[in-house]
Structures are given as structure tokens and as C-alpha cells.
């Protein structure tokens, strides 16, 4: 290509080059403007002021409100672990001489492994319940019979325990 040539296509370039940033510069003012009129809606006085000051006061609000439901969420965490959240299931045959396993161990505990453990032993004349209280994984006040160990280990990992 010979120095005129060159000189024509110059122009050209320059002419397409220029088009592209005018449709560049188009888009990210019409994307400013949506901006601009979302913030300036319900605003009869369309000044920089007024609507700082309403952004801030949404600002001020919402931060009440976070305050406020981070208390609350605090509150029920702290109350939930004093709530029945570890549950262990056993039925069991503790008797050679009879079928069916007719007995059960149930056991209910806290976050912090305290609660009760009920106990019933089925035979063919009668059927006896008995409670325990459970204090950190321990009988509180009796001792915990093997199955109810168990079933107290059972709601710790909350894993079904099979029973021979």
C-alpha cells in the first residue's frame, strides 16, 4: 500500500473507532440514568440532599432491625439447647423365659445431654415403667442399666442401634 491509500483509511478507522465509544459511552449513561431514577422515585425535590437523607434513614432502619433480630436469634439459640433435641428408641426381650420383645428403653435429652430416660419391663403377668433423670449422660441419681446406656449413646450420635 502506497502513503494515499493509507491516508484514506485513516478516516475510516477513526470514524469506527469513535462510533464504538459513542455506543459505549451511550450505554453506561442510559444504565446511570436507570440508577438515577430509582434512587430519585417518591422524591418531589430531586436533589443530591433529599436523597442521601432517605438512604440513610433506610440505612438507619434496617440497622434497627438487624440489631434487633440478631437479639432475638440470640435469645432462642440460648433457650434451645433446655429443649428436647436427642431422642434414642430400644425395645428389648430382658427376659430369657418369655418371646416378643415387649420391652422398650426411651430416652430424651438436651443440648447439654440432661433429661430422662423411661424404662419398660414387659412380662406375662405385668408391665413396670420406671423414669430416671439423666444429668451429662449419667444417671443422676440411679444407675443406668446396660440398654439404657446404650440407648442414652444411641440419642448422643443420634445412629439407630441394632440389638441382637
Not at 491509500?5 to 444504565?31: D, E, H, K, M, R
Not at 440478631?70 to 426381650?93: E, P, T
Not at 446396660?146 to 440389638?163: D, F, I, M, T
Amino acid at each position: 500500500m502506497q502513503l494515499d491509500q493509507i491516508s484514506v483509511w485513516i478516516p475510516a478507522i477513526t470514524l469506527a473507532v469513535l462510533f464504538v465509544w459513542l455506543t459505549i459511552i451511550t450505554v453506561i449513561l442510559i444504565q446511570s440514568m436507570k440508577t438515577y431514577r430509582r434512587f430519585t422515585s417518591g422524591i418531589s425535590k430531586k436533589d443530591l440532599k433529599s436523597i442521601l437523607n432517605r438512604i440513610a434513614d433506610d440505612l438507619k432502619k434496617a440497622g434497627g432491625e438487624i440489631t434487633h433480630l440478631n437479639q432475638a436469634v440470640d435469645l432462642i439459640n440460648s433457650q434451645s439447647k433446655f429443649h428436647l433435641q436427642k431422642i434414642g428408641f430400644l425395645r428389648y426381650n430382658p427376659f430369657r423365659d418369655t418371646g416378643g420383645n415387649q420391652s422398650f428403653c426411651l430416652v430424651l435429652l438436651d443440648d447439654n445431654n440432661d433429661g430422662l430416660v423411661i424404662t419398660s419391663l414387659h412380662n406375662r403377668d405385668q408391665t413396670r415403667i420406671y423414669a430416671k433423670s439423666i444429668k451429662n449422660s449419667k444417671g443422676a441419681n440411679l444407675q443406668l442399666s446396660k440398654e439404657e446406656q446404650l440407648v442414652v449413646k444411641q440419642a448422643q450420635s443420634n445412629k439407630k442401634v441394632k440389638r441382637k
